[in-house]
């Protein structure tokens, strides 16, 4: 008789492709969520293309050469005596010395290199230490990872000459205007907050002048470069700001203040000459020297009030006391007229300084910043409730709008100066949390419900409001009830809307034109204070933050946290592959990985939403060497390189269960960023669930 065989049903091998996008979501029921979504994120961004990246780096500032700028000299050695890290080598003639950073059997690696070492003895002080066996070389490693160790070091010699800004306590505000970076912090005793500029030798006290206040100016208008004299007392001073407040010289009735330097003598109660010009004004005191009150938190905007191309300047105000104007040089005090004359937030519309005093709002004539009357054509607007942000968003045909956020309510200002103002209320029960305000292709803020957004309609001149971070609810509410947001920032570059917390919390979210790419989860050790974010010197963005502890950073630089490694990890949803209820074995997977250099980071994956149930899988370290020029695929062990695209490599993702999610980790702070882009799954299905 013949055997009978039974027909046995193989199941079909499958591979699924699924882009890593979407962001935290953590409200999402877990069966609907995007496959390529994350369910817990650390000091991930998302990619503008797409992706997920570990966090870019920030280092200390104060204008000396950066830490991520630093470089290595590699010194062929034979070394016969005492030689140490940090040591000051020098060559047989002290025409050439460097900091050791590293020492191998065959090679001193040095930074901070002054001179070319050529062959010969090398010195540690009057002590010979070895003989060079051929000529200092350009940084050339052995490996990429080598390369990225010997980068590292440098850039930690480098870091260690970089001093936080003088004084005692928290940055109270940082600001670029000029090609210069300024930052304010109180003094040693807190008895003043000081004005400070970065340098190439690091930070500088801004030197304050003097105040001069007059009344009944004559016909003779003073410019800048005047000198003065007290018709009685003798005093003498150079004129560099004029600042008329009221009035006109030609009326003979201007009243004002003069910005003054190079003072000798005391000025009493009297006339002012100006030579060919007698009683130019009259003076009932003497000057003030300029200086800021203690504690305040700065706001700052640069506008150009002149036109001119150089009278673009900075303004700032901080709360405690009087707003200011600054050009780099002469810093003036500006006078409103409040009683008490302490405004906390500051902006620039309609070439009007806008100033907030609790739930008023003053604002400047056009094109007179100095001046807060409305012979000049300033007003008040009265928004009955305390003011948190101005943000100018396109409004009309005629021109843009001005949002103006209180605690509880939104207004919108339209109209071009106090002739024609309307201000409407758009919301009166969405406000803004302060210092929150910015504007990335929309208006966002954050309020009590979330992070916001005002939007132009089609209807010009009208707004609609929408709600951006519904998927990330549980972890704003969170943030929002148990600390506070102290600042935030925009990267054009990397299309971000960046929002931080006191505690060192901050939340990134990402945008492609007007779509919102999802939001991500930051934590960083060095809590921020104050930040800006502008164009510097070169005309590239350049995104600064002060923190508690006295020193700027600047971020998106360096790979490390000021030194302190990057702790980093991405949990991708549990994804189903379409099939939530069916039993799948996993068997492989393809990577694709982009970036510019070395890097490290680990793989592992988790099936069955983690359950306990089932054996998880053990987590494995991953290296790789990347190009600008290539796209990567990796196995879970190994990686490999090349200026080409290659074939793709299969992972281990073992298992069976319904559903599997990738996880990625890292932790250090040698390595620039790098992005996770895709991922394609082979598995077979199996049977149902039980």
Request: charged share 15%; hydrophobic share 40%.
């Given at each position: 008789?013949?055997?009978?065989?039974?027909?046995?049903?193989?199941?079909?091998?499958?591979?699924?492709?699924?882009?890593?996008?979407?962001?935290?979501?953590?409200?999402?029921?877990?069966?609907?969520?995007?496959?390529?979504?994350?369910?817990?994120?650390?000091?991930?961004?998302?990619?503008?293309?797409?992706?997920?990246?570990?966090?870019?780096?920030?280092?200390?500032?104060?204008?000396?050469?950066?830490?991520?700028?630093?470089?290595?000299?590699?010194?062929?050695?034979?070394?016969?005596?005492?030689?140490?890290?940090?040591?000051?080598?020098?060559?047989?003639?002290?025409?050439?010395?460097?900091?050791?950073?590293?020492?191998?059997?065959?090679?001193?690696?040095l930074t901070l290199v002054t001179g070319t070492?050529?062959?010969?003895?090398?010195?540690?002080?009057?002590?010979?230490?070895?003989?060079?066996?051929?000529?200092?070389?350009?940084?050339?490693?052995?490996?990429?990872?080598?390369?990225?160790?010997?980068?590292?070091?440098?850039?930690?010699?480098?870091?260690?000459?970089?001093?936080?800004?003088?004084?005692?306590?928290?940055?109270?505000?940082?600001?670029?205007?000029?090609?210069?970076?300024?930052?304010?912090?109180?003094?040693?005793?807190?008895?003043?907050?000081?004005?400070?500029?970065?340098?190439?030798?690091?930070?500088?006290?801004?030197?304050?002048?003097?105040?001069?206040?007059?009344?009944?100016?004559?016909?003779?208008?003073?410019?800048?470069?005047?000198?003065?004299?007290?018709?009685?007392?003798?005093?003498?001073?150079?004129?560099?700001?004029?600042?008329?407040?009221?009035?006109?010289?030609?009326?003979?009735?201007?009243?004002?203040?003069?910005?003054?330097?190079?003072?000798?003598?005391?000025?009493?109660?009297?006339?002012?000459?100006?030579?060919?010009?007698?009683?130019?004004?009259?003076?009932?005191?003497?000057?003030?020297?300029?200086?800021?009150?203690?504690?305040?938190?700065?706001?700052?905007?640069?506008?150009?009030?002149?036109?001119?191309?150089?009278?673009?300047?900075?303004?700032?105000?901080?709360?405690?006391?009087?707003?200011?104007?600054?050009?780099?040089?002469?810093?003036?005090?500006?006078?409103?007229?409040?009683?008490?004359?302490?405004?906390?937030?500051?902006?620039?519309?309609?070439?009007?300084?806008?100033?907030?005093?609790?739930?008023?709002?003053?604002?400047?004539?056009?094109?007179?910043?100095?001046?807060?009357?409305?012979?000049?054509?300033a007003a008040e607007i009265a928004c009955g409730?305390?003011?948190?942000?101005?943000?100018?968003?396109?409004?009309?045909?005629?021109?843009?709008?001005?949002?103006?956020?209180?605690?509880?309510?939104?207004?919108?200002?339209?109209?071009?100066?106090?002739?024609?103002?309307?201000?409407?209320?758009?919301?009166?029960?969405?406000?803004?949390?302060?210092?929150?305000?910015?504007?990335?292709?929309?208006?966002?803020?954050?309020?009590?419900?979330?992070?916001?957004?005002?939007?132009?309609?089609?209807?010009?001149?009208?707004?609609?409001?929408?709600?951006?971070?519904?998927?990330?609810?549980?972890?704003?509410?969170?943030?929002?009830?148990?600390?506070?947001?102290?600042?935030?920032?925009?990267?054009?570059?990397?299309?971000?809307?960046?929002?931080?917390?006191?505690?060192?919390?901050?939340?990134?979210?990402?945008?492609?034109?007007?779509?919102?790419?999802?939001?991500?989860?930051?934590?960083?050790?060095?809590?921020?204070?104050?930040?800006?974010?502008?164009?510097?010197?070169?005309?590239?963005?350049?995104?600064?933050?002060?923190?508690?502890?006295?020193?700027?950073?600047?971020?998106?630089?360096?790979?490390?946290?000021?030194?302190?490694?990057?702790?980093?990890?991405?949990?991708?949803?549990?994804?189903?592959?379409?099939?939530?209820?069916?039993?799948?074995?996993?068997?492989?997977?393809?990577?694709?990985?982009?970036?510019?250099?070395?890097?490290?980071?680990?793989?592992?994956?988790?099936?069955?939403?983690?359950?306990?149930?089932?054996?998880?899988?053990?987590?494995?370290?991953?290296?790789?060497?990347?190009?600008?020029?290539?796209?990567?695929?990796?196995?879970?062990?190994?990686?490999?390189?090349?200026?080409?695209?290659?074939?793709?490599?299969?992972?281990?993702?073992?298992?069976?269960?319904?559903?599997?999610?990738?996880?990625?980790?890292?932790?250090?702070?040698?390595?620039?960023?790098?992005?996770?882009?895709?991922?394609?799954?082979?598995?077979?299905?199996?049977?149902?669930?039980?």
């Amino acid at each position: 008789m013949r055997p009978t065989y039974m027909r046995v049903k193989i199941p079909a091998h499958q591979s699924k492709f699924y882009p890593f996008q979407g962001g935290l979501d953590l409200t999402s029921p877990p069966i609907q969520i995007n496959p390529g979504a994350l369910r817990a994120c650390l000091n991930v961004e998302i990619g503008v293309k797409g992706g997920y990246l570990p966090l870019g780096g920030y280092e200390r500032f104060s204008g000396k050469e950066k830490p991520s700028n630093a470089v290595y000299a590699v010194l062929p050695c034979v070394i016969t005596g005492s030689l140490s890290i940090g040591n000051v080598l020098t060559d047989n003639t002290a025409a050439a010395f460097g900091t050791v950073i590293a020492i191998t059997a065959a090679e001193i690696i040095l930074t901070l290199v002054t001179g070319t070492f050529a062959i010969g003895n090398v010195k540690v002080g009057a002590s010979v230490v070895g003989t060079c066996s051929a000529a200092q070389s350009d940084p050339i490693a052995e490996t990429q990872a080598i390369d990225a160790t010997y980068r590292n070091l440098a850039a930690d010699v480098y870091r260690a000459l970089i001093a936080e800004v003088p004084g005692e306590g928290n940055i109270l505000g940082v600001w670029q205007y000029g090609g210069k970076v300024y930052a304010f912090r109180n003094n040693i005793g807190l008895t003043a907050a000081v004005l400070h500029v970065s340098s190439a030798s690091g930070w500088t006290a801004v030197t304050m002048m003097r105040e001069l206040v007059f009344t009944s100016g004559g016909v003779y208008e003073p410019v800048e470069g005047d000198v003065i004299t007290g018709a009685i007392s003798g005093a003498t001073a150079t004129i560099k700001r004029v600042c008329l407040r009221s009035g006109s010289f030609a009326a003979g009735n201007a009243a004002g203040s003069l910005i003054i330097n190079t003072q000798v003598g005391n000025f009493v109660a009297e006339n002012l000459d100006i030579p060919a010009h007698l009683n130019s004004a009259t003076v009932t005191a003497n000057s003030a020297a300029i200086s800021f009150a203690p504690s305040g938190l700065f706001e700052f905007v640069n506008w150009n009030f002149g036109g001119a191309s150089g009278t673009n300047r900075m303004y700032g105000c901080d709360g405690k006391n009087k707003a200011f104007e600054f050009d780099g040089t002469v810093l003036v005090p500006i006078t409103t007229g409040m009683a008490a004359d302490t405004p906390l937030h500051i902006h620039a519309h309609k070439n009007q300084l806008f100033l907030s005093f609790g739930s008023s709002v003053q604002h400047s004539g056009i094109g007179f910043p100095y001046s807060f009357t409305p012979v000049f054509g300033a007003a008040e607007i009265a928004c009955g409730d305390t003011v948190t942000n101005f943000l100018s968003v396109p409004g009309n045909q005629s021109g843009g709008a001005l949002v103006i956020y209180t605690k509880n309510r939104t207004l919108v200002l339209y109209g071009n100066d106090s002739t024609d103002w309307n201000l409407v209320p758009f919301s009166e029960e969405a406000g803004a949390r302060a210092y929150t305000a910015q504007y990335i292709g929309r208006g966002v803020v954050l309020d009590d419900q979330g992070v916001m957004a005002i939007d132009t309609t089609q209807n010009f001149g009208n707004f609609a409001a929408s709600a951006l971070s519904q998927q990330i609810a549980p972890l704003i509410d969170s943030l929002n009830d148990n600390y506070s947001p102290i600042a935030s920032c925009i990267s054009r570059k990397k299309n971000q809307y960046r929002l931080f917390y006191t505690s060192g919390n901050a939340v990134y979210m990402t945008m492609r034109q007007d779509k919102v790419l999802g939001f991500t989860s930051i934590t960083i050790p060095d809590p921020v204070t104050c930040m800006c974010s502008q164009e510097g010197a070169t005309g590239r963005e350049e995104i600064y933050f002060g923190s508690s502890d006295g020193f700027i950073y600047q971020m998106d630089v360096g790979t490390s946290f000021d030194g302190a490694p990057i702790n980093w990890y991405a949990s991708l949803a549990f994804n189903h592959f379409g099939s939530p209820r069916a039993i799948k074995t996993f068997h492989k997977a393809i990577l694709e990985v982009t970036g510019t250099s070395y890097c490290e980071f680990a793989l592992t994956s988790a099936i069955a939403y983690d359950s306990t149930e089932f054996d998880q899988n053990s987590t494995t370290s991953a290296s790789i060497e990347l190009s600008s020029a290539a796209w990567d695929l990796s196995t879970w062990d190994k990686f490999y390189w090349d200026s080409r695209a290659l074939s793709p490599t299969e992972i281990d993702i073992c298992g069976a269960a319904e559903n599997i999610s990738l996880i990625f980790s890292g932790n250090s702070d040698e390595f620039k960023q790098f992005t996770l882009h895709s991922a394609i799954a082979h598995y077979t299905p199996r049977r149902s669930m039980r």
